[in-house]
């Protein structure tokens, strides 16, 4: 009898529990109008969030997860806690496009775990807009194929030396000869012919001296 008791106590408890997150979860985002509402659930320590919106021309969905129980506030009054976090999502057009990280005010003293922190979503256009981008390699561009650059030689320097271009003869033609250029005989004194006329060859000089004394 007890058992039953208990029991019954407990889905009474569990019933009133639900209606009030009812009254609490639900909100309208800005500007859109888009119905939206929160649903908790947890398995041991890991809570997770989970708000669905539905508008005029579309609907989406965001997940978040944490560990609120480790804040002694989140215990004491657990509506509060997504109370605070809906006060946010309301001043959005897109409730899902908020932030990556939610960790209420009651909660601030409260360790890292207290927070909630974005997992997953229905699309891309329903992520937080501080979500950080995946890194993407980066890709090094192929360098480009060098082409062999010309070798260039040095100009020839021109030579000293005049080349001098000796052509045959043409066929049929004769060159001339080369007439000896007449040479003009020097006039010999008086005494140089008397010597040369009279005496022997061999005495031209002194009897071209001796003629010289005679005669002068």
């Known amino acids: ?7 019954l106590l407990l889905i009474c408890c569990l019933c009133a529990a639900l209606a009030q ?8 985002t800005k500007g859109t109008k888009d119905e939206c509402y929160m649903s908790v659930t ?21 997940e978040y997860q944490g560990r ?13 806690y997504y ?3 809906m006060w946010s999502l309301r001043k959005l057009p897109n409730a899902c496009q908020g932030q990556r990280v939610y960790k209420p005010l009651m909660c601030k003293r409260a ?21 950080p981008e995946p890194i993407r390699p980066v890709q090094k561009p192929k360098p480009k194929p060098t082409r062999p650059q010309p070798l260039r030689t040095a100009p ?5 030396y005049k080349v001098i271009k000796v052509y045959p003869p043409k066929k049929g033609v ?16 008086e005494a140089n012919r008397l010597a040369q006329d009279y005496c022997w060859r061999s005495l031209h000089s002194a009897c071209s001296f001796v003629i010289g004394l005679f005669r002068s």
């Open 111 to 131: 360790t890292d775990d207290a927070q909630m922190v974005f997992t997953t979503s229905s699309s891309a256009d329903a992520v937080p807009r501080d979500q």
């Open 68 to 80: 609120p129980k480790v804040c002694r506030s989140y215990n004491g009054n657990p509506v509060h």
């Open 21 to 28: 997150w009812q009254d609490v979860i639900e909100f309208l």
């Open 174 to 189: 004769t060159p001339r000869p080369t007439e000896p250029v007449p040479t003009t005989q020097v006039p010999l004194s």
């Open 156 to 160: 020839a320097r021109p030579s000293p």
């Open 83 to 85: 109370r605070q976090i």
């Open 1 to 7: 009898m007890w058992t039953i008791s208990s029991t």
């Open 42 to 62: 947890g398995s041991g320590d890991l809570t997770k969030l989970r708000i669905t919106c539905q508008g005029d021309e579309r609907s989406y969905w965001c």
